[in-house]
């Protein structure tokens, strides 16, 4: 598990502005931190993937490199998961892409909720590395749900999971429910509350990109 706050780095002073309740009235910060936070993150993620020796010829002869030798697959999950997801994809520029439409469906007045999904596209995934990119991992049945989802598309080589803000609850579902996926986190938090929130978190984050909804 790789988590940008158990190092020194800018990534943690963007977290720490994602977090901030009055730099939170400012949307195209919150929406510019979220997107530099997955420039960062895809940038450390990219140190783990396959690479191929590379001759590129330039105006005085042949430099030697190394390339990615496939771009990954981008996946996402609307609302909040878009500006973290074009932090990725500013990085990865040949990725190719999925995205999902998933939400808590709340059935009544308490804090209950199911993962509802009307919405998924995607490529073909045999094979393939597959990035998972949600702002927050709360429960973690929204990736859950989400990853099972995807295999419709085909089962991929390998599956990592990107996160801002984390919770230790999350955290445990998800390595026991999909042990096979490598998570990157920005930070761990405490708990989370009766309302499934993570804290101290950020509150919202769909509603801070995006809006309220009603
Ligand atoms: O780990 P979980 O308990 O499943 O919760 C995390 C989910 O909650 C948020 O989305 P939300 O449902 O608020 O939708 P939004 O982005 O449209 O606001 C977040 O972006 C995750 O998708
Ligand atoms: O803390 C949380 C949990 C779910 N979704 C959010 O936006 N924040
Ligand atoms: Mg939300």
Redesign the pocket.
Known sequence: MFVFAHQSSLANQYIAELRDVNLQKDRLRFRRNLERVGELMAYELSKVLPYQNTKVETPLGIAETQLLIRQPVLAT?????LPFHQGFLNYFDHADNAFVG???GYASDDDE?E?EMDYIVGPDLTGRTLILV????????????VYHAMLRYGIPAQTHIAAVIA?PE?IGFLQERLPQCRLWLGAIDER?NDH?YIVPGLG????L??GP?V
């Open positions: 999950i609307m609302r909040a998961g998933a939400y808590r909720f993962i949600d702002p927050m991992l709360a429960t973690g049945r929204s990736i859950e749900k919770s999350g989370l499934y919202d984050a769909g509603d990109a995006f909804k």
